[in-house]
T-cell receptor
Framework: KAGVTQTPRYLIKTRGQQVTLSCSPISGHRSVSWYQQTPGQGLQFLFEYFSETQRNKGNFPGRFSGRQFSNSRSEMNVSTLELGDSALYLC????????????FGQGTRLTVV | GQQVMQIPQYQHVQEGEDFTTYCNSSTTLSNIQWYKQRPGGHPVFLIQLVKSGEVKKQKRLTFQFGEAKKNSSLHITATQTTDVGTYFCAAYSGGSNYKLTFGKGTLLTVNP
């Protein structure tokens, strides 16, 4: 079956702009988690959605938001981009939710200039 | 909040040598997962440990979960060049804490 699909794979944005990233989980998976990966901070949890409900949010400013649709696809939005937002954004899907085997997408590489 | 420390940050070995990475949590865990990320790739699930003192093996990889469910280790016997990558532990506290807390990872390089 198809894996986790993230689009786009690469993005270059200017400071102050906003961006929306998309994640399509494995069919049947209801949980989608988002992570920011940087060389200095590693993998940091952004938020988790399960059946369209956000169940937890990491320590990120309100500029980072997300949502999940009824088909389990999820989007993540970052407004008023800052240089420090440059990172690899990964989403992970799981059938039973956080704490069970997670399948990661290839990620979206965001560069803010 | 929960903290997860993983050491060492880097490990360079000669092919055939063993490798171990350690993970310690500040809180008792419901379970711990291990992932491998190849250079330029994405994390790939290796295993999940749930029980106190649990030991699981996958070919040359041995995973352990501490008796207090606060620490874990991954040991690779006789490393190969295909083992190159960053190994992450991911801690789950359970309950209504719906998040995985990742260690910063151990980057393993193998000299052939």
């Amino acid at each position: 079956k198809a894996g986790v699909t993230q689009t786009p794979r690469y993005l270059i944005k200017t400071r102050g702009q906003q961006v929306t990233l998309s994640c399509s989980p494995i069919s049947g998976h209801r949980s989608v988690s988002w992570y920011q990966q940087t060389p200095g901070q590693g993998l940091q949890f952004l938020f988790e959605y399960f059946s369209e409900t956000q169940r937890n949010k990491g320590n990120f400013p309100g500029r980072f938001s997300g949502r999940q649709f009824s088909n389990s696809r999820s989007e993540m939005n970052v407004s008023t981009l800052e240089l420090g937002d440059s990172a690899l954004y990964l989403c992970a899907s799981s059938s039973q939710g956080v704490g069970t085997e997670a399948f990661f997408g290839q990620g979206t590489r965001l560069t803010v200039v | 909040g929960q903290q997860v420390m993983q050491i060492p940050q880097y490990q360079h070995v000669q092919e055939g040598e063993d490798f171990t990475t350690y993970c310690n949590s500040s809180t008792t865990l419901s379970n711990i997962q291990w992932y491998k990320q190849r250079p330029g790739g994405h994390p790939v699930f290796l295993i999940q440990l749930v029980k106190s003192g649990e030991v699981k093996k996958q070919k040359r990889l041995t995973f352990q979960f501490g008796e207090a469910k606060k620490n874990s280790s991954l040991h690779i016997t006789a490393t190969q060049t295909t083992d190159v990558g960053t190994y992450f532990c991911a801690a789950y506290s359970g309950g209504s804490n719906y998040k995985l807390t990742f260690g910063k990872g151990t980057l393993l390089t193998v000299n052939p």
